[in-house]
């Protein structure tokens, strides 16, 4: 099963923006990343997902590596509600999500 | 759109016993998958159904058991719990399931506790 790899936990300020990090050196050609977050108190909710190229949402943005063995999810101003321990996973040609730890990102007012 | 139900939310049980959790998709949503999430191993798949079919399985063992109905709507069973049960057992519903851009929708989760 192709891996991801996340720091455990990261800090930033109010209102600045957020780079999330996330390494899969196994990545196949075929197999889409994808963010997920989990609020306290709650289930994972969908973020984003991309393939080859940067991706943007509502939410969030997703640069992904030319080699694609890593990507980072980019919060443009982050608020207190975005602290949330942030997944980054890789669905595999099974069609399955594969979870890591994920980050615990924190907000500091 | 209504999202994701899970009942019921939380559930207090004792070794041996069994429980059944309930799960209802969004609506228009056919496949639903089970998770079980602890503190020490994250979230961990145990099973997705389509069309009332079991389509994939995670390694879990055989007391965990699901199920689908017509409606769409999945019950997950565990027998014969154990104290290393207790965990929050999140069910995610999506559209088809089997594509590589499908998006999961989680419910709140099922919170269980084994005594």
């Known amino acids: 099963d192709a891996k991801t790899t996340q720091p455990n936990s990261m800090e930033s300020n109010e209102e600045e923006p957020v780079h999330l990090p996330c390494n899969h050196s196994t990545i196949s050609g075929t197999d889409y990343i994808h963010w997920y977050r989990q609020l306290p108190s709650q289930g994972p909710e969908y973020v984003i997902h991309g393939l080859t190229s940067n991706v943007n949402n509502r939410m969030a943005s997703l640069a992904i590596a030319e080699d694609r063995k890593s990507s980072t999810l980019i919060l443009h101003r982050a608020t207190l509600r975005d602290a949330a321990v942030y997944y980054c996973i890789l669905r595999d040609s099974n069609y399955q999500l594969i979870w890591g730890a994920g980050t615990k990102l924190i907000i500091k007012p | 759109k209504a999202g994701v139900t899970q009942t019921p939310r939380y559930l207090i049980k004792t070794r041996g016993q069994q429980v059944t959790l309930s799960c209802s998709p969004i609506s228009g949503h056919r496949s639903v998958s089970w998770y079980q999430q602890t503190p020490g191993q994250g979230l961990q798949f145990l099973f997705e159904y389509f069309s009332e079919t079991q389509r994939n399985k995670g390694n879990f063992p055989g007391r965990f058991s699901g199920r689908q109905f017509s409606n769409s709507r999945s019950e997950m069973n565990v027998s014969t719990l154990e104290l290393g049960d207790s965990a929050l057992y999140l069910c995610?519903?999506?559209?088809?399931?089997?594509?590589?851009?499908?998006?999961?929708?989680f419910g709140p989760g099922t919170r269980l506790t084994v005594l």
């Open positions: 995610a519903s999506s559209f088809v399931g089997l594509q590589l851009t499908d998006t999961q929708y």
